[in-house]
């Protein structure tokens, strides 16, 4: 894969068959690093990536989360192609370095050379979060910091292995800077046994197919996908057009905020241009974006592809919109040493920007915003043996509602999953009250947007403090099209009793005692389409599911329910309360108030 030598393009079926052999390989490290890892980040939650690339850094296999880009090249500028050998592993988590290409330091990533017959011929990478790598809190990330000292080592590129001899006195040193150091032992361990198998399967299939053909096969799924990617975003952004959209991150922690990312996406005959340089100066807190040029690309790609299952993840959607205009300093291109541990809040509020685009583009037949997942962590120490405890956790909100379905529910970022309760009161000192659906909290719509959940945790030890991380209150997820915006989550201490409050929604080292619970209400996602003109029967199955109340039902989508158990519908009462139907005017609703295009950007200015 390093473009030397003539390369031999194969037929279409052999094609199709070295494409699925790559995905089984990277398919199999995945399951083989999910199931030797150590900490519960990767082992349940499953915060983990492996891709394939080629020697020259071009990706070759990627994945569908849209949160990194060039993650391989910033390795091959530090050690030129020369220099590597065979049982080399390198291995970094520098944001700054690597121009985002992993977005805080809990992400590590390590990759190893691929050589067939003497010739370097593509890399093998493992990525994945660490569960701590020191700094000034337990779990490396927590919402405190203000700078990326604070939030755990730093390793620029290294070379962990030099041609299959681990670098002890490099490795040692991580490990003691991490709180759980056989954690951090046993994931780099799990990390690097990934792509040892990637090399061996790698060199396996260049042993199968020929190096040429190989190499060829991999030309034309690139062009494949970037050619479908081109023809699909110029249809839907014709050249002569601009457009431009705003969405805001609450607050930063330490009284700043709110944070507004702004994009404009201008389509030419030659190509496109994406300025995000009016986007708000830099956070204070850790709410920064290291944005890597690759990441609108990839957010615009895998919404325009994935109708088609054939279409490789891959270089093809890194490059299409070429010049992506950044400026220094931003909430989106942060200036060193800013920190970036809780950089999700802005990283979904690119995702709904460039979905505000497609939406105006489109006329709202585009997916509504969704909220980024809600974070409460809780150190202390053992009852048992007095040993630290650090019981972290992502939790899912709903998703934006889309033009053909309603959005889904309880979704923890694409892929990743809530820990399972039986691990959470296994290896921490909590009890789970209540795990459930947040009734109403989807925003009302033809399509309903996701719903958010209710997560109750008892705290059984004394002196533990709690950590939380929760956006989209004060900006809850838009809706589109007549649809309505997510209801907004919260965070409370000790519901339902005399010392019930309300928690700040981006705090560290709030305390607790035993007996205190925590009860966590997570967003919802923004509905499609007008309320009224959802389905009575489909209004009454939410209602029977527990994701719309009767009053809800009522009030939001113009629907009577009967008594009793089987709550029927009203037909007549129904067709009356919607013959009065709101009339709506204007794309994008949030707060009580539908606006278009220009009238959503000045809202957002102010």
Not at 32 to 60: C, H, N, W
Not at 519 to 525: I, K, P
Request: charged fraction near 25%; aromatic fraction near 10%; hydrophobic fraction near 35%.
């Amino acid at each position: 894969m390093d473009g030397s030598g003539t390369r031999h393009a194969p037929d279409a079926v052999t094609v199709e068959i070295i494409k699925g052999a790559l995905r089984s390989a990277q398919a199999e490290c995945e399951a083989l690093l999910e199931r030797t890892a150590m900490s519960p980040v990767i082992r349940e939650k499953q915060d983990y990536f492996i891709g394939f690339y080629a020697a020259d850094g071009t990706l070759v296999t990627g994945t569908k989360l849209p949160l990194f880009g060039d993650v391989l090249r910033p390795i091959l500028q530090r050690f030129p192609a020369e220099e590597i050998r065979p049982g080399d592993i390198f291995w970094y988590n520098d944001c700054y370095f690597s121009r985002g290409g992993v977005s805080h330091t809990s992400d590590q990533v390590f990759a190893t050379p691929v050589f067939v017959d003497g010739e370097l011929v593509a890399f093998a990478q493992s990525w994945a979060h660490f569960r701590d790598i020191g700094g000034a809190w337990p779990g490396s990330n927590t919402p405190g910091t203000e700078s990326i000292f604070q939030e755990g080592i730093i390793v620029p590129p290294v070379r962990l292995y030099r041609e299959g001899v681990l670098n002890t006195d490099l490795f040692e040193t991580f490990v003691r800077n991490s709180r759980f150091p056989e954690h951090a032992r046993g994931d780099t361990r799990a990390l690097t046994a990934a792509v040892r198998l990637g090399e061996k399967r790698l060199q396996e299939l260049f042993a199968r197919f020929g190096t040429r053909k190989l190499l060829g096969a991999v030309d034309a799924m690139i062009d494949q996908t970037s050619r479908l990617f081109r023809r699909r975003l110029r249809e839907l952004f014709p050249p002569g057009g601009t457009w431009r959209f705003a969405d805001r991150v609450d607050a930063d922690g330490k009284g700043g905020g709110p944070f507004t990312v702004r994009f404009t996406l201008e389509s030419r005959e030659d190509g496109f241009t994406l300025d995000t340089t009016e986007s708000d100066p830099q956070a204070k807190g850790p709410i920064n974006f290291l944005m890597n040029p690759t990441v609108p690309n990839t957010v615009f790609g895998l919404y325009l592809l994935a109708d088609d299952p054939s279409v490789m993840m891959n270089e093809g959607l890194l490059t299409a919109i070429a010049d992506v205009r950044t400026k220094t300093g931003t909430i989106i291109q942060p200036a060193w040493p800013a920190p970036l541990g809780q950089r999700s809040n802005s990283l979904a509020r690119v995702v709904s920007g460039c979905l505000g685009l497609i939406a105006q583009a489109t006329g709202g037949d585009s997916p509504a915003a969704s909220s980024i997942y809600t974070i409460y962590t809780l150190t202390g120490r053992q009852p048992h043996d007095g040993s630290l405890f650090y019981k972290s956790g992502g939790h899912g909100t709903g998703q934006g509602a889309r033009p053909f379905a309603d959005g889904l529910d309880v979704i923890y970022y694409v892929a990743q999953q809530n820990y399972p309760i039986e691990f959470m009161e296994t290896d921490f000192p909590v009890r789970i009250r209540t795990y459930a659906i947040r009734c109403d909290s989807g925003g009302p719509g033809r399509w309903r947007g996701g719903c958010g959940m209710v997560r109750e945790m008892e705290v059984l030890v004394d002196g533990a403090t709690l950590n939380t991380r929760m956006d989209n209150v004060e900006n809850p997820p838009w809706g589109v099209k007549g649809g309505q915006s997510g209801r907004p989550g919260r965070f409370i201490l000790n519901p339902g009793t005399p010392e019930e409050r309300e928690l700040p929604r981006l705090a560290q080292g709030i305390p607790t005692k035993k007996g205190d619970v925590v009860r966590m209400e997570s967003t919802g996602g923004g509905g499609w389409g007008h309320p009224y003109d959802r389905e009575p029967w489909r209004v009454r199955q939410d209602v029977l599911g527990g994701f719309v109340s009767v009053e809800a039902a009522r009030h939001d989508y113009g629907v009577v329910l009967g008594e009793g158990k089987d709550r029927a519908v009203d037909e007549a009462a129904t067709a009356a309360l919607r013959a009065g139907r709101p009339e709506v005017e204007g794309m994008f609703h949030r707060h009580g108030a539908y606006r278009d295009a220009n009238a959503w950007w000045e809202a957002m200015a102010s």
